[in-house]
C-alpha cells in the first residue's frame, strides 16, 4: 500500500522535506514491524520533488494519485504548493495530509466533503500568538513584514482579524518582499521609519536569514526584536546567518521540541530521526516540528486505513474523520479529525522558542 510525500527536495536551503521524510518513514517502519495495515499489508513511501514550485506540486499529485494502493499524499512547508493542489485534491478525491505549511485555507475552503487534514501550525493561529507575545513583552508599535502572494495574505488577514476583535500592538505598517529579493534592508528600514518597536516576520530561513543580515549591517541602536513565523525554522538558520544570529534578539513560534523531552516514545523517534539523518547529535535534526508532526500523521492514516478496512481513498477520508483517541508524539489527541474539523492541533500547543549559542532551538523558557 503506497503514501505519497510532494515536498521541495530540490531546495537547497529547506530541512523541512527531509525532516518529514523521516518523520513519515519512522512511523512507516513501526507500523510494518507491527503487521502493518488490513491485516499485513506493508506501507510504502513514494516521493516526488515539488521544488517549491506550485505548478510541479499539482502535476506530482496527479501523478501519485494516478499510482494503484496510492491511498494518501503528504505535502510540506511551502502553503503555495499546497493551496494549489487543493482543488485537484478534491477532484481526484485523495485525501492530501499537511504536516507542516501553515496557510489557512489549505484547510478552509469550501470543499466538502474536505479531503485536506492538517497536524500543523496554521496562520489564524500564528499571528495572533505572535501579536500576543508582543504585547505581553510591552511592544505597543509593530511593524510586519511578509511575503507577497498566497501566504503573505493568509497572515495579513488574520493580523487584521485579530486586532478588529481584540485589543493589541499598533501596527505601523506591513511591508510585503518578493521571493526572489536578495536584501530586505530597504523593508525593514521602511518599517524602521515607521516607529515599528518590533518586527513580526513571516517568512521561510533565507527570508530570514536575509533580514538577520540587514540588521546586522546596522548599528544596534537600530536593531529591533524580531518575532518570527515558524517559517525561519525550515532549514538551518545558523548556519545561514552564521553566529551574528545569536546577538539578535529573535525568536519563533513552534508546536514541538524534543528537547528536555523525557517520554520513552520521543526519545525513540528521536534516536530514529539521528539515524535516518545521519547525524551523531540531537542538534543535528533540525526542523523537529517535521518530524514529529508527519510521524504522528503516518500513524493517525495508518489507524483510518484499518477502520476502513479498505484501500478505498474516499472510506479512508471518512475514517480520518472517526478517529478515537491516540496517545501522540506531539501530544494527545481525543479525537484527532471531526467532520468539521480537520485540524488535528489547536493555539494550545504553540511556544515561542529560541536559537542557543550551540545551534539548537530551545523553548524560551528553557
Given at each position: 500500500m503506497l503514501l505519497g510525500l510532494d515536498?521541495?527536495?530540490?531546495n537547497k536551503t529547506s530541512t523541512a522535506d527531509d525532516a518529514i521524510q523521516a518523520g513519515i518513514e519512522i512511523?512507516?517502519?513501526e507500523v510494518n514491524r507491527s503487521g502493518g495495515v488490513l491485516g499485513g499489508r506493508p506501507l510504502q513511501l513514494v516521493i516526488r520533488d515539488?521544488?517549491?514550485i506550485p505548478a510541479r506540486g499539482v502535476d506530482n499529485l496527479r501523478e501519485l494519485a494516478s499510482l494503484k494502493d496510492m491511498t494518501a499524499v503528504f505535502g510540506s512547508k511551502f502553503s503555495a504548493v499546497l493551496l494549489a493542489q487543493v482543488a485537484l485534491a478534491h477532484e481526484l478525491r485523495v485525501p492530501l495530509l499537511d504536516p507542516w505549511a501553515a496557510a489557512d485555507g489549505i484547510v478552509n475552503h469550501g470543499y466538502k466533503p474536505s479531503y485536506t487534514f492538517r497536524l500543523s501550525l496554521r496562520d489564524g493561529w500564528a499571528m495572533p500568538?505572535?501579536?500576543k507575545e508582543a504585547q505581553r513583552r510591552g511592544f505597543k508599535k509593530i511593524g510586519v513584514l511578509l511575503p507577497n502572494g498566497d501566504w503573505g495574505r493568509s497572515n495579513r488577514r488574520a493580523v487584521e482579524e485579530?486586532?478588529?476583535a481584540n485589543p493589541g500592538p499598533f501596527v505601523v505598517k506591513f511591508v510585503g518582499f518578493e521571493w526572489s529579493d536578495t536584501s530586505l534592508a530597504d523593508e525593514y528600514l521602511d518599517l524602521l521609519r515607521a516607529g515599528a518597536e518590533a518586527v513580526l516576520v513571516v517568512g521561510n530561513e533565507p527570508e530570514?536569514?536575509?533580514?538577520?543580515?540587514?540588521?546586522?549591517?546596522?548599528?544596534?541602536?537600530q536593531w529591533r526584536p524580531l518575532l518570527s513565523h515558524w517559517g525561519a525554522a525550515a532549514g538551518n538558520l545558523p548556519a545561514l546567518t552564521g553566529p551574528g544570529i545569536f546577538d539578535v534578539d529573535l525568536s519563533i513560534v513552534q508546536t514541538f521540541s524534543f528537547i528536555r523531552n523525557p517520554t520513552p516514545r520521543s526519545k525513540r523517534v528521536l534516536e530514529a530521526a539521528m539515524a535516518l539523518l545521519k547525524v551523531s547529535e540531537p542538534r543535528g535534526v533540525v526542523s523537529p516540528p517535521g518530524v514529529a508532526h508527519a510521524y504522528d500523521l503516518t500513524h493517525l492514516l495508518a489507524r483510518a486505513i484499518d477502520k476502513a478496512g479498505t484501500t478505498d481513498r474516499e472510506k479512508v477520508r471518512d475514517a480520518l474523520e472517526k478517529l478515537g483517541p491516540y496517545e501522540g508524539l506531539v501530544k494527545h489527541y481525543h479525537q484527532p479529525f471531526s467532520r468539521d474539523r480537520h485540524e488535528a492541533l489547536g493555539p494550545e500547543?504553540?511556544?515561542m522558542a529560541r536559537w542557543r549559542s550551540d545551534g539548537v532551538l530551545v523553548?524560551?523558557?528553557q
Open positions: 515536498a521541495e527536495f530540490g512511523a512507516i517502519e515539488n521544488r517549491g500568538f505572535l501579536l485579530y486586532l478588529a530570514v536569514a536575509l533580514l538577520v543580515t540587514a540588521m546586522k549591517a546596522l548599528p544596534r541602536t500547543q504553540l511556544f523553548p524560551s523558557s
